[in-house]
């Protein structure tokens, strides 16, 4: 069974630029998570879909970052503009059902540095 | 809101030494548990996690944890590391009525020297 892919794994833009990525759960997983990690800092929750629905996005640090799961399946996240501040890595986690029992799969991230 | 503090950013270990690693959280509200560890360009991997029922937790490759609800604490131990152990490890916190949403602390390196 194939994990949580990420595309691209790295990623540099210069300020004001958008960037798109995207995440792909593991196949049958209804539940798909955003996470960020800037500076080396503490991993963030941005949101939380439902199959195409979102859940919770909470986490979300503004209006300048889009997320998008059309279909139920894959997901992307849009940057746009970027600013410096949202360097970090980006991480993608999937989970087949709701629950704490339910275990969260981690794609290995993007790293994006905005410069 | 929850906060989850990992007071050692790198732990340096002799290979076959015991090593800690620690994790204290705040919270208001009942909490899961979870360790997480990360190999190098890999993703996030569920090490083991605290639900309910005995404190005492075991997980893979021989880590257990241990819950001590009155000091918010949930401390990762293993008696004998390796090589292979080096890694970071992340400690997670999740609401009861909030479970999908984790809340994650700063991570600890480790570095299992020979």
């Known amino acids: 069974e194939a994990g949580v892919t990420q595309f691209p794994s790295h990623s540099v833009i210069e300020k004001g630029q958008t960037v798109t990525l995207r995440c792909d759960p593991i196949s049958g997983h209804d539940n798909l998570y955003w996470y960020r990690r800037v500076m080396g800092k503490e991993i963030k929750f941005l949101l939380h879909f439902v199959k195409e629905s979102k859940q919770d996005e909470s986490g979300m640090p503004n209006n300048r970052f889009l997320a998008e799961r059309t279909g139920g399946t894959y997901s992307t996240l849009k940057v746009q503009p970027a600013e410096l501040e949202d360097s970090g890595v980006y991480f993608c986690a999937s989970s087949r059902l709701r629950g704490p029992q339910e275990t969260q799969y981690f794609g290995p991230g993007t790293r994006l540095l905005v410069l | 809101a929850q906060s989850v503090t990992q007071l050692d950013s790198q732990v340096p270990v002799f290979e076959e030494a015991p090593v800690e690693l620690r994790c204290n959280y705040s919270?208001?509200?009942?909490?899961?548990l979870f360790w997480y560890v990360q190999y190098p360009n890999q993703g996030l991997q569920l090490l083991l996690k605290?639900?309910?029922?005995?404190?005492l937790v075991k997980g893979i490759n021989g880590f257990e944890a241990e819950f001590n609800k009155s000091q918010t604490s949930f401390h990762l131990r293993k008696p004998s590391v390796h090589i292979s152990d080096t890694a970071e490890y992340f400690c997670a916190v999740s609401e009861y009525d909030n479970f999908n949403k984790f809340y994650f602390g700063s991570g600890t390196k480790l570095n299992v020297k020979p």
């Open positions: 919270s208001s509200v009942s909490v899961y």
């Open positions: 605290y639900l309910s029922g005995s404190t």
